[in-house]
């Protein structure tokens, strides 16, 4: 692989901004230099290409640290193959994503991530990595995880909701944090009172409350809050760090913010639709609603300024898409005159990284916040800094040229995930990917597709590098 030298842009990292070229060799970041320095001028003309980003941002790709390519749930898959969503990534600036290994129950956690790696291997476009579900805690799969950590797979899902299908009790969830505190593993936690929940769904439907907007009601925010702070006690008596999936409930920031206040190594991510969508989403009418059905849920709007401060103030530190995403015809039909049988996810691995640069226009974060969150902390989080998150030199090329004045309407009409709707239908952004590198290959090249299935590799993960 040649030399590129990126031109003339503004890097933009979780540290600092730099008007500076970059120098790409062998895949792999080697030098920055400022605009117009001897050196620079030295590296433009002996590089085998050369790309112009004046005027735009040159920013790390995007760390997507929550995926489910393929994934069964809700009696169906989700329609986004590795193939198809990597690509849709790349278009969105996502040069990584951490996908969701599944167990399922009975079987070990070997045979589930076997399974993944036969979907991911040689048809992503660009790196990924597993984390691993643990649908059954047992001595076995508990033994387990330690081989797991040590071949990169260093993170493990468990899920205080859904009971008879990925739930664990209390005492298994103690048993996995135990295991995790002893071999560096970080345990997510799907926090949901799912117990609860189901009282709640079972009264909603036998009172004829079927819509999709009682999805939002019955996974009541209290709920969440509870098992989060379930969640962060056990991991107290464990001696485990956490780290808290899809947060989206005000009363579930505060508990993490107070667990934080303590000094404990307790951790949250929220996703893009909890920052922009509601509740009212949910009511939308004709089913519509349906479109937006995730767990947790879509909240009302109060919650959104909750949201955005933790993320201001590092209560929560990552922004990741959840992007599971199931075709409103066939498959969030399948719930109609019933919501708890409506597929629960949506789309978003190719909106992440715009609908945070809006949030830098309108003044939620800052340019280098929107990094920190989108790339820099999930890297550090899951074991994939420096290599990913960040343009530094020997960190892998993965380097989006961003325009940030082009304007875009998102739309189903022009997206490149395979589902037949937008969450954010209609919605104009500012600001847009252009060129888009993975370890150096341009993958997209202002603003056409040039990556390949098979492109993107396996990364085998560190442990957590987080502070705290
Ligand atoms: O609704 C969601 N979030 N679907 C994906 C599975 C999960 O719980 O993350
Ligand atoms: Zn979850
Ligand atoms: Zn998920």
């Known amino acids: 692989m040649g030399t590129t030298v990126i031109r003339g842009g503004l890097v933009i990292t979780a540290a600092e901004e730099t008007n500076a070229d970059v120098l790409v060799e062998d895949g792999r970041v080697t030098a920055l230099a400022a605009h117009d320095s001897d050196v620079a001028r030295v590296w433009a003309e002996s590089a085998g290409r050369v790309i112009d980003a004046t005027g735009r941002y040159v920013i790390p790709g995007g760390v997507d640290a929550h995926t489910h390519m393929e994934m069964p749930f809700g009696g169906t898959y989700a329609v986004d193959t590795f193939e198809t969503g990597t690509r849709a990534a790349a278009w969105g600036g996502t040069t990584t994503i951490v996908d969701f290994a599944v167990q399922t129950v009975g079987e070990s956690l070997r045979a589930g991530l076997d399974a993944w790696h036969a979907k991911a291997d040689g048809n992503c476009a660009v790196d990924y990595a597993f984390h691993m579900i643990l649908s059954d805690v047992t001595e076995d799969t508990l033994k387990e995880m330690d081989a797991l950590v040590d071949e990169g797979v260093t993170?493990?899902?468990?899920?205080?909701?859904?009971?008879?299908?990925?739930?664990?009790?209390?005492?298994?969830?103690?048993?996995?944090?135990?295991?995790?505190?002893?071999?560096?593993?970080?345990?997510?936690?799907?926090?949901?009172?799912?117990?609860?929940?189901?009282?709640?769904?079972?009264?909603?439907?036998?009172?004829?409350?079927?819509?999709?907007?009682?999805?939002?009601?019955?996974?009541h925010a209290l709920l969440e809050a509870e098992a989060t702070h379930r969640a962060i006690q056990l991991a107290r008596v464990a001696g485990a760090p956490l780290y808290v999936v899809h947060v989206s409930a005000m009363e579930a920031v505060a508990e993490l913010a107070q667990a934080r206040d303590l000094g404990l190594p307790v951790f949250g991510e929220t996703c893009p639709q909890y920052l922009f969508l509601s509740a009212d989403n949910l009511a939308e009418p004709d089913f519509e609603g349906a479109k937006y059905v995730c767990s947790t849920p879509l909240r009302p709007k109060e919650h959104q300024a909750h949201l955005w401060r933790a993320l201001r103030t590092d209560d929560l530190q990552v922004v990741s898409t959840d992007h599971c995403p199931f075709c409103f015809k066939g498959q969030k039909e399948m719930g109609l005159g019933d919501f708890s049988k409506i597929p629960n996810g949506l789309p978003g691995v190719e909106n992440r990284?715009?609908?945070?640069?809006?949030?830098?226009?309108?003044?939620?974060?800052?340019?280098?916040?929107?990094?920190?969150?989108?790339?820099?902390?999930?890297?550090?989080?899951?074991?994939?800094?420096?290599?990913?998150?960040?343009?530094?030199?020997?960190?892998?090329?993965?380097?989006?040229?961003?325009?940030?004045?082009?304007?875009?309407?998102?739309?189903?009409?022009?997206h490149h995930m395979n589902v037949d709707y937008s969450a954010y239908e209609g919605r104009t952004v500012t600001g847009r990917v252009q060129t888009v590198l993975s370890r150096g290959e341009v993958v997209v090249d202002d603003r056409s597709y040039t990556?390949?299935?098979?492109?993107?590799?396996?990364?085998?993960?560190?442990?957590?590098?987080?502070?705290?």
């Not at 664990?168 to 949901?192: C, F, P, T, W, Y």
Request: aromatic share 8%; glycine share 12%.
């Open 451 to 468: 990556g390949r299935a098979g492109h993107g590799r396996f990364i085998a993960r560190e442990t957590c590098r987080y502070p705290g």
């Open 155 to 219: 993170s493990f899902k468990l899920f205080m909701a859904y009971p008879g299908v990925f739930y664990s009790d209390d005492g298994k969830i103690l048993r996995a944090m135990q295991r995790a505190a002893g071999n560096g593993g970080l345990v997510m936690m799907h926090a949901e009172n799912g117990i609860a929940i189901d009282v709640l769904v079972e009264q909603a439907l036998a009172a004829g409350r079927t819509d999709p907007r009682h999805h939002g009601e019955v996974r």
């Open 353 to 414: 990284m715009d609908l945070l640069h809006q949030a830098v226009v309108d003044g939620h974060i800052s340019r280098r916040r929107w990094i920190e969150i989108a790339c820099a902390a999930p890297a550090r989080m899951f074991g994939l800094y420096p290599r990913k998150g960040t343009i530094a030199p020997g960190s892998d090329a993965d380097i989006v040229i961003y325009d940030p004045d082009a304007a875009q309407v998102m739309s189903a009409e022009t």
